[in-house]
């Protein structure tokens, strides 16, 4: 599906400007802890970036529903997961950082879809 790699193209570019925003636009902004959650939101939107990238592909190969659902969780888990930091890191509002959790397990679930829909049917 297309999809997935439009959305995986769109995702690396996001991650990487916002890598550099933080780098070069919220250096001496934020606190240390501030900026050590910023950069971890952009390194598990870019690793799950990746996996967008490899559904995207796989997706010509396996057709199940399965492995559609590991692209949605993803992108799912990009949003809740990355959202909610880079929300946290600027707002300070711990009400974000209660969302992050739910990305991360929207990203172990599509780590699961994924692996099953590869053993399974390649």
């Given at each position: 599906?297309?999809?997935?790699?439009?959305?995986?193209?769109?995702?690396?570019?996001?991650?990487?400007a916002?890598?550099?925003?933080?780098?070069?636009?919220?250096?001496g902004?934020?606190?240390?802890?501030?900026?050590?959650?910023?950069?971890?939101?952009?390194?598990?939107?870019?690793?799950?970036?990746?996996?967008?990238?490899?559904?995207?592909?796989?997706?010509?190969?396996?057709?199940?529903?399965?492995?559609?659902?590991?692209?949605?969780?993803?992108?799912?888990?990009?949003?809740?997961?990355?959202?909610?930091?880079?929300?946290?890191?600027?707002?300070?509002?711990?009400?974000?950082?209660?969302?992050?959790?739910?990305?991360?397990?929207?990203?172990?679930?599509?780590?699961?879809?994924?692996?099953?829909?590869?053993?399974?049917?390649?």
């Amino acid at each position: 599906m297309k999809l997935f790699l439009l959305l995986g193209a769109l995702n690396g570019f996001l991650a990487v400007a916002l890598g550099a925003f933080g780098a070069h636009g919220l250096e001496g902004k934020l606190s240390e802890k501030a900026l050590n959650t910023w950069e971890k939101a952009v390194n598990y939107q870019m690793f799950h970036t990746m996996a967008l990238l490899v559904t995207g592909l796989l997706i010509t190969r396996i057709e199940t529903a399965g492995i559609q659902w590991a692209g949605w969780t993803f992108f799912i888990g990009i949003l809740l997961f990355s959202g909610s930091l880079y929300i946290y890191s600027i707002s300070g509002i711990k009400t974000f950082a209660m969302i992050t959790p739910l990305g991360g397990v929207a990203f172990l679930i599509g780590w699961v879809l994924l692996g099953y829909a590869v053993v399974k049917f390649l």
